[in-house]
């Protein structure tokens, strides 16, 4: 979980700041730092803390110790946290059918959702069930998508209560996965799979027992069919063997996936993360973690583009020049760095030793770069791989490491230097799914 606030005493400084969770002491990432909507201006921190799983609900305390100039140990209560049994979806009864294809809805295009479902139901592969978790859909927009469903019984619909945003939705999908089936797809609302997309996944999987999850290349088409492209990869390398890579940049897209249900051990539930948050680079990431992927190349779906889908120009291999700035550098680190290594923490505490030494390794690499100079330099000059035709990341190294660097710099500042540093000193993130699809696409170009 990723924690930040604010503490400070009235009458000293504080020195050291440790994060308690149950009592448990978690050293932060960054205290003392620059606030400007606080009376103590140099009292906020942050940090990512383990949350250990329970058994049944209840509750997580959270606190800080912290020690003053005076070498006095004071702790507080910052907060009490409820857990709570997760999703409200029913779970489907148990089914012969060995493959669950997890949709996930909102407001679809009913065209373009009756396409996706007659691709799903002339599928080679005909051993799968269709569990569709609506994201609060309005009233008729929710009775469109019954209509498109039918009576076939293959699909199981169900809308959550409350608007979650296409990251908790996916995750709602995932959950409502009948027990007993053997392998996971995603899909959303409005693609055009090929009549073998299960069919050959399911076969890269069985190629490959070491495999965990198997991907493929699709095709960029208008709504209407015509093709604009027929790879995703045109200006960027493909990467699904490079554990650091693939943290730093996704090159899967959740849609073009099948993967074994045992994945689901570690996806759920999805970690929450400073910034935007996207589930098909949580799953990229985990899956490589916990095992080998499996690449199909050659496309299977249609990736349909229209005014409603959010599609980054990141895969286009075109980036934005842009100057340097403060608030840029405070995007890359909350947003860009942050987001990352909350994933990556997520992974080492779940995975556990189950993780191959490299990948541990790489992973405590990445966490490590918030604080040792050495691994800051080893993010820095990765970028030059690109001078090896090591493309899949597009140089996105460099802006995760200024962030980085943004954050030493005002560590060692402190209060004193902390305005030269720009005047975004304002240390909060806003909230992860308040964004529009503008917004999103301009931030997915960015990172």
Known sequence: MFCIGTC????????????????????????????????????????TVAIPARGAAGSVDVGVEVTLDDGASVTATLAEIEIIVSGDAPAPPRTGSSIAVCMAT?????????????????????????????????????????????????????????????????????????AGVELIALCDQDDRWHPDKLATLRAALAANPRAILAYSDMRLVEHDGTLLRDTLWRGRRNNYDNLASMVVANTITGAATLFRRELLELLLPFPDTPGYQFHDHWLGIAALAAGEIAYVDRPLYDYVQHPGAVFGDVTHGRRRGRERTPRRAHAAYFHGYLAREAQAATVLARAGERLDPPKRRALERFIACDSSPAALAWLAVRPARALAGRTETLASESELAYGVLWKQLATAARGTAIERLGPFADASVPPPQRFTQKRLRRWRASI
């Open 106 to 178: 909102f407001e679809p295009d009913p065209a373009l959702l009756e396409a996706q479902l007659s691709s799903l139901r002339e599928q080679q592969d005909q051993e799968w069930i269709c569990v569709i978790s609506d994201d609060c859909s309005a009233p008729e927009r929710y009775a469109e998508i019954e209509r498109a469903v039918g009576d076939d019984r293959r699909f199981v619909l169900s809308r959550s209560e409350v608007r979650l945003g296409f990251y908790r939705n996916f995750e709602r999908a995932l959950s409502m996965a009948p």
């Open 8 to 47: 400070a005493h009235p009458e000293q400084r504080v020195t050291d700041l440790r994060i308690l969770v149950d009592g448990a002491p978690h050293r932060p990432s960054a205290y003392g730092m620059p606030r400007r909507d606080q009376p103590v201006r140099d009292s906020g921190f942050w940090g």
